[in-house]
RNA sequence: GGCGGUAUCGUCUAGGGGUUAGGACGCAGCCCUCUCAAGGCUGAAACACGGGUUCGAUUCCCGUUACCGCUACCA
């Protein structure tokens, strides 16, 4: 299935983060490899004046990593090509296809058409006239971009040339370049950008626009992988689940990559990564809500593990990440972290007295069960028992559970919640709850 | 300004000379229900504009507009 012929390469600069479109660029390079049996490659175009540091390019690498893209050699950097492009410079002023210029060497544009073939465009066609002559040698003997690309896409062999579509108006400038060296250009396949909620271009002022910030918030790998592939491509049918970095594989086609520029939507992204949450097995979420609460110096595996495989079973099916996971989680065992908000509040301070008795009521009949009934089926039968001997309605008892166990008017239903906080514990947060008062101003 | 590119619901998109223009997110309503979530059902919501071509254009062509990119001794 491999083909050593194919080898495509993602080519970020060494920005210090991987924002998503830089992401998606080399997923959908990635995919494009795969697609084709061959390698994917990395090249960092770092240069004398934009040093990578060692940080820099492991973010990429942790980014890519993180999404599952594997990559198949050593990485690259532009920087370290320097002499080598030097010389090439040098090899096309000595054939007339360069000239100097205020000590930089200028490329002469060839005048007539140059057009190609484009992956995804289609033919793309510009007049060599059009264009000026450019700068490949500074005179401080220094590479420039546009020059160094096809330097060292022809070194790494480069077969297919996939990236952002602000590249389109680069590529007949590279082009007359592999021409001038004697070379055949590659496959080039442009892939439109992606835009912000404004619809202008992502900027840091988008907010979170680093893969690794999603990360930090909750966003799971597959999730983020599977949105970003769906961003500017579509399989042609209707599946919009793509667990694994295969089935993306065997989906992909470079003909249904989009030409328009599509805008991030965070609110879908989160819809997806719910999805994908309520779909993992709580022992891999495990450590992911570990680990974040482990941030915030929580040390929850201390109250043990089958009682926080539970609690993450019952929060997952509502979770839209891991971050809102584990708070939940958290809020469940510890009762420190309850914050009332304004719902619960308000409830309290629309019948104080109301929800005190119940409480009441509630607490007197909950200490009554032993521990090893402590289970939903009898919790929720004892609960609408003593509703009806109030001559309440169920929800004027299970309401006042909850916002007491919580200090929220949403969760679990309640007698799961009751089992998941524990007895003695929820038998304390329902008579810590009879103090309560309303918050000044929600009256 | 010049050159290049793009244009279907708010967003991601399917479709394509004759369709009730389909799906998903979000939104609204209903069902379920102790509250959410999930799930089910229903609803509002789109072919940028103007000319052609054609019996017929959202679809093909041209133009306009809007947006994006390049136009550096940035990458």
Do not use: C
């Not at 660029?25 to 090249?43: H, I, S």
């Not at 949105?227 to 500017?232: E, S, T, Y």
């Not at 915030?296 to 891991?322: M, N, P």
């Amino acid at each position: 299935m491999t083909n050593s012929e194919i080898r495509v390469r993602f080519a970020p600069s060494p920005t210090g983060y991987l924002h998503v479109g830089g992401a998606r660029t080399a997923l959908f390079n990635w995919l494009f490899a795969r697609k084709l049996g061959g390698a994917f490659l990395l090249r960092i175009e770092d240069t004398d004046r934009a040093r990578s540091s060692q940080e820099h390019v492991q973010v990429i690498l942790d980014g890519l990593e993180w999404l599952g893209l594997d990559v198949d050699e050593a990485v690259v950097f532009q920087g370290a090509g320097i002499e080598r492009h030097r010389a090439l410079a040098d090899q096309l002023l000595a054939d007339g296809e360069a000239y100097e210029e205020d000590g930089a060497i200028r490329f002469r544009m060839p005048q007539d058409e140059i057009a190609w073939d484009d992956a995804v465009y289609g033919r793309i066609s510009f007049q060599g006239g059009d264009i000026k002559d450019w700068v490949i040698l500074r005179s401080d003997r220094t590479p420039t971009y546009n020059f160094t690309v096809v330097a060292d896409d022809l070194e790494m062999q480069i077969s297919h040339v996939m990236r952002g579509d602000d590249h389109i108006s680069n590529t007949p400038k590279q082009i007359a370049v592999y021409r001038a060296l004697g070379h055949e250009p590659p496959v080039f396949a442009h892939v439109p950008m992606i835009h912000g909620p404004d619809g202008r271009k992502l900027s840091k002022r988008h907010g979170a626009t680093a893969v690794g910030e999603y990360r930090t918030e909750g966003i799971l790998p597959e999730a983020m992988r599977n949105f970003l592939a769906l961003l500017g491509w579509n399989p042609g049918d209707e599946q919009e689940l793509f667990p694994t970095p295969q089935e993306l594989v065997d989906a992909f086609s470079i003909e249904r990559i989009q030409k328009k520029s599509a805008i991030f939507d965070v609110t879908k992204l989160e819809w997806l990564n719910g999805q994908y949450i309520s779909r993992t097995p709580p022992r891999t979420l495990l450590e992911l809500v570990r680990s974040d609460l482990a941030d915030d110096g929580i040390d929850i595996l201390a109250i043990g593990t089958d009682r926080v495989l539970h609690a993450i079973k019952v929060q997952s099916e509502r979770a839209r990440t891991t971050l809102e996971l584990a708070h939940r989680v958290a809020i469940r065992y510890d009762a420190r972290l309850i914050e009332r908000d304004a719902k619960a509040d308000k409830l309290i301070a629309k019948n104080l007295d109301g929800f005190r008795s119940a409480l009441e009521a509630v607490a007197e009949r909950l200490a009554g069960i032993h521990a090893s009934d402590w289970l939903p089926e009898r919790l929720e039968i004892e609960l609408r028992e003593l509703a009806e001997e109030l001559g309440l309605a169920a929800g004027a008892v299970f309401q006042p559970i909850r916002v007491a166990l919580t200090g929220q008017t949403v969760s679990e239903g309640v007698n799961v919640l009751l089992e998941v906080v524990g007895r003695e514990e929820s038998l304390e947060r329902i008579r810590a709850a009879q103090a309560w008062t309303p918050s000044a101003g929600s009256a």
